[in-house]
């Protein structure tokens, strides 16, 4: 299955993805956690973008598209993949689309975690004070969640109008997110891709 979770920071993605692409048998894909494992490995990449993910930005497009095109060339990915905080914007909406037609597949499904904002953001703050984590502070996640409302939750009306949204609560325990999860990709019908 080729799938993409959507949903603003806090949702749950992450762990959500992992569970997800585990049962299905796919790599989940996080650009965050790319992004992430650079800065903790001191790479050219890392230096480029600490700046950016301390101050919740969005890394440019261009560096964004690069990785993933390189990500999504590797074998394990050939069967299917779980891409989770990519595409984010439109323009890689666009790239995505191009990487998946030059492939000849197509996606299946885009996943987007419903939740309530209000919530998620005291949640954040909470965890932030309980763990000290600097890229959790109000302003940050504050940042994150305008970034999200502004670039990504227009993605979801572009996969709906495709015909790929699929809609989630993701209130709840973990174990109840995925059981929603599973029982809404039940009724998925797979593309047809010229790969397959
Ligand atoms: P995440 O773990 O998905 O919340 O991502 C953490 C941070 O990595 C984001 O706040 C951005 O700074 C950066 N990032 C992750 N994915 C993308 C993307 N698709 N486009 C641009 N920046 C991204």
Redesign the pocket.
């Known amino acids: 299955m080729r799938l993409l979770i959507l949903g603003p920071?806090g949702a749950g993605?992450?762990t959500q993805a992992v569970r997800i692409a585990e049962h299905h048998g796919i790599p989940a894909i996080?650009?965050?956690?790319i992004?992430?494992a650079n800065i903790k490995g001191e790479t050219e990449l890392g230096r480029q973008?600490t700046a950016?993910?301390s101050s919740?930005?969005?890394?440019p497009?261009e560096v964004?598209n690069a990785i993933v095109r390189d990500r999504l060339g590797q074998q394990d990915a050939g069967d299917g993949f779980l891409l989770?905080?990519?595409?984010?914007?439109p323009g890689?909406v666009e790239a995505l689309d191009e990487m998946l037609t030059d492939r000849g597949v197509g996606l299946d499904a885009v996943l987007e975690l419903t939740v309530d904002t209000d919530e998620v953001v005291a949640r954040l703050l909470q965890r932030a004070q309980e763990q000290g984590r600097v890229d959790d502070t109000e302003e940050v996640i504050r940042e994150?969640m305008r970034l999200y409302a502004e670039e990504t939750a227009p993605l979801s009306r572009i996969y709906r109008e495709r015909g790929l949204l699929c809609q989630v609560d993701g209130m709840g325990t973990v174990e109840e997110v995925t059981a929603r999860i599973e029982s809404t990709l039940a009724d998925v019908v797979p593309a047809e891709s010229a790969a397959d």
């Open positions: 920071p993605k992450g996080s650009t965050g956690d992004f992430r973008v950016i993910l919740g930005g969005l890394v497009d964004t989770d905080g990519y595409p984010r914007t890689q994150r």
